[in-house]
C-alpha cells in the first residue's frame, strides 16, 4: 500500500492569512508513493531476543497485568471499586490500595517519590539500554495552593533527573494543568478563541507565542465574547508563567528537555498558548531544544497547526521541540461535541488518524534531517508507526544517535515495539509517571481502559510474552 508524506516545502504556503480575519486554511498538497524496502531492523516476531533482558519474575506479572487489562469484565470491576464507597474506609482502602501497588501500579509506575522514580530509570537503563522520561503523576489543579504544591513536585522531578547520567535520561515532563488552575486554563482558552474569531479584540496580559490556532481548530467552546480575565486572574496567570518559568530554568540549567503534555481541546488553546511562550524564552541552544509542545495527531486541525508553529518558530530563529501522540480524550471530545451540537474535533476514522500521525512524523523527520533547529520525540505504541519511522529514518539517512529523534512509549505499555526500535539502534524512551498510589488512581484507569480487548495495544505484548515464558520453561 502507498503511505502518504507531506511535502517538505509546505510550511512556506500552508496558509495564508487574512486582514481582517482567521488564516485561511490551504489543504496540504499530499505526495503518495511506495515505501521503498529498506535494510532495518525492527524485528518484532522474535520474543527471546527481544526480551532477553527481561527476569522471568517480571515476564509472570506483566503478563498478568496485561490480561487482566485486557478483560473489559475485570477492567470495569477495577474501576468501579476505586471510586466505590469501599475506599472510604480506612481498612478496605489501604486493603485494595495494597493490591494496586503490588500489581497495576509497579507495572505502570515507577516510584511514589522522585528518588525511587530515578532508581528505577537508571535500572532499566541498565539491564534494558531504555532511556525513561519523569513525570510526577498529579493531573489537575483547581486552586492556587495545589499549583504551589505541584510546581515543587516538578522541581523535585529536574533535581531527580540531574543525578542520573545524561544517557539514561530522555526529559521530564509537566502538566500546565497541574500549575495552573483548570478553570483560568479555560478562560483563556476562552479568550484566545475569541480573539482568533475577532482578530481586533485585545487581550492586554498576552505575551509572546506561537498560532494556536488554524482553520480547523475547533471554536465551538466559545459562542459569545467571553468576559475580560478580572485583575485577581491576571494576577493568578502572572503566577502561572512564574512556575513554568521556574521549571523551564531549572532544565535550561541542567540541559534536560522539558516535555510539556496535552490535554482536551477546552483547554489546549492556553496550553499550547504558554508551551510556545516558554519555548520562546529558554530555547537557545539551536542543536538541543529544552521545551518541547505536544501535538495530538487525532485531532483534524493537527497537521495545520503544526505546520503554522513551525514557520513561525523558523521566521523568528527560535528552535522548537515536538512531541507526536496520537491522543488519549476522543470519548470526551465527542460527547462534549455532540452536546453542543457540533461535529467531534477528532477524526472520523482510526485509520485517518493513523494518516494523520504519519504525515506529521514523516514531515518532522525530514525537517530534523535537514538541519532545522527542532527535535522530535515520536510518542506511538503503533507497530506500524513505529516501522514506518524506523524505515523513513534510514531513508533520509538520519543519525540515530544525535538526540534530534527518538521514539517513546509509556512504561508498561509496548515492550516488544520498544526493545525492536532500540535494537535497530534508536533512542527509545519510556514514560514514567511517579507519585504516592491513591494519586495514580486515574492514570492506572486510564491504561487499563487502553489495554482492554485483544485489537488493543497490549496484545502484541502479550502473545510475545507468553511464547517467552512457555519457551524457558520448557527450556527451549
Keep these: 500500500m502507498a503511505n502518504r508524506f507531506l511535502r517538505p516545502n509546505l510550511i512556506h504556503r500552508f496558509s495564508t492569512v487574512s486582514p481582517v480575519?482567521?488564516?485561511?486554511?490551504?489543504?496540504?498538497?499530499?505526495?503518495?508513493?511506495?515505501?521503498?524496502?529498506?535494510?532495518?531492523?525492527?524485528?518484532?516476531?522474535?520474543?527471546?531476543?527481544?526480551?532477553?533482558?527481561?527476569?522471568?519474575?517480571?515476564?509472570?506479572?506483566?503478563?498478568?497485568?496485561?490480561?487482566?487489562?485486557?478483560?473489559?469484565p475485570m477492567v470495569d470491576l477495577g474501576s468501579w471499586l476505586m471510586s466505590s464507597k469501599l475506599m472510604d474506609t480506612t481498612v478496605t482502602r489501604d486493603l485494595i490500595l495494597r493490591v494496586v501497588k503490588g500489581t497495576f501500579y509497579d507495572h505502570f509506575c515507577a516510584g511514589e517519590d522522585a528518588a525511587a522514580a530515578a532508581r528505577r530509570v537508571s535500572s532499566m537503563y541498565e539491564s534494558t539500554g531504555l532511556k525513561g522520561m519523569l513525570v510526577y503523576g498529579v493531573e489537575h489543579a483547581e486552586d492556587s495552593g495545589a499549583c504551589d504544591e505541584n510546581i515543587q513536585k516538578f522541581i523535585e522531578t529536574v533535581e531527580a533527573a540531574k543525578t542520573l547520567p545524561t544517557s539514561h535520561l530522555s526529559s521530564v515532563v509537566i502538566k500546565i494543568t497541574a500549575i495552573c488552575p483548570m478553570?483560568?486554563?479555560?478562560?483563556?482558552?476562552?479568550?484566545?478563541?475569541?480573539?482568533?474569531?475577532n482578530p481586533n479584540f485585545k487581550l492586554p496580559w498576552k505575551l509572546n507565542s506561537f498560532p494556536v490556532f488554524s482553520g480547523l481548530s475547533p471554536l465551538y467552546h466559545t459562542t459569545s465574547e467571553p468576559e475580560p480575565l478580572t485583575a485577581e486572574e491576571?494576577?493568578?496567570?502572572?503566577?502561572?508563567?512564574?512556575r513554568l518559568k521556574s521549571v523551564c530554568k531549572r532544565c535550561q540549567e541542567s540541559n534536560v528537555p522539558l516535555l510539556i503534555d496535552a490535554e482536551d481541546t477546552i483547554l489546549q488553546p492556553a496550553i499550547d498558548y504558554m508551551a510556545y511562550w516558554s519555548a520562546i524564552m529558554?530555547?537557545?541552544?539551536?542543536?538541543?531544544?529544552?521545551?518541547?509542545?505536544?501535538?495530538?495527531?487525532?485531532?483534524?486541525?493537527?497537521?495545520?497547526?503544526?505546520?503554522?508553529?513551525?514557520?513561525?518558530?523558523?521566521?523568528?530563529?527560535?528552535?522548537?521541540?515536538?512531541?507526536l501522540v496520537r491522543g488519549a480524550y476522543m470519548s470526551s471530545e465527542a460527547r462534549l461535541a455532540d452536546s453542543l451540537g457540533h461535529k467531534s474535533p477528532v477524526h472520523d476514522t482510526i485509520q485517518d488518524t493513523?494518516?494523520?500521525?504519519?504525515?506529521?512524523?514523516?514531515?518532522?523527520?525530514?525537517k530534523a534531517s535537514n538541519g532545522s533547529g527542532i527535535a522530535v520525540i515520536l510518542a506511538t505504541h503503533n507497530t506500524d508507526s513505529g516501522k514506518l519511522g524506523a524505515r523513513k529514518a534510514s531513508e533520509l539517512g538520519i543519525d540515530k544517535e544525535n538526540g534530534k529523534i527518538e521514539f517513546a512509549q509509556l512504561y508498561g505499555m509496548s515492550d516488544a515495539l520498544s526493545f525492536g526500535l532500540k535494537r535497530a539502534g534508536f533512542n527509545v524512551s519510556k514514560y514514567m509517571p511517579y507519585g504516592p498510589v491513591d494519586t495514580a488512581v486515574p492514570y492506572l484507569i486510564r491504561r487499563a481502559y487502553e489495554n482492554r480487548g485483544m485489537m488493543s495495544t497490549g496484545a502484541l505484548d502479550r502473545q510475545l510474552m507468553r511464547k517467552e515464558l512457555k519457551r524457558r520453561v520448557m527450556g527451549w
Design 282 to 323: 529558554f530555547n537557545s541552544d539551536k542543536d538541543r531544544p529544552i521545551v518541547y509542545n505536544t501535538i495530538q495527531a487525532y485531532l483534524k486541525d493537527a497537521g495545520e497547526r503544526l505546520h503554522l508553529s513551525l514557520r513561525e518558530s523558523e521566521k523568528m530563529n527560535v528552535p522548537i521541540g515536538f512531541k
Design 21 to 72: 480575519g482567521p488564516p485561511t486554511t490551504v489543504i496540504p498538497e499530499i505526495l503518495s508513493f511506495d515505501q521503498p524496502k529498506q535494510d532495518v531492523d525492527l524485528d518484532l516476531s522474535d520474543q527471546a531476543r527481544l526480551f532477553a533482558s527481561v527476569p522471568i519474575s517480571t515476564l509472570l506479572r506483566s503478563t498478568a497485568v496485561l490480561h487482566a487489562t485486557s478483560i473489559g
Design 354 to 366: 493513523h494518516n494523520c500521525y504519519n504525515d506529521c512524523m514523516s514531515f518532522l523527520m525530514e
Design 234 to 242: 491576571e494576577r493568578e496567570l502572572e503566577k502561572a508563567h512564574e
Design 183 to 197: 478553570n483560568l486554563l479555560k478562560r483563556v482558552s476562552d479568550l484566545l478563541r475569541w480573539q482568533y474569531k
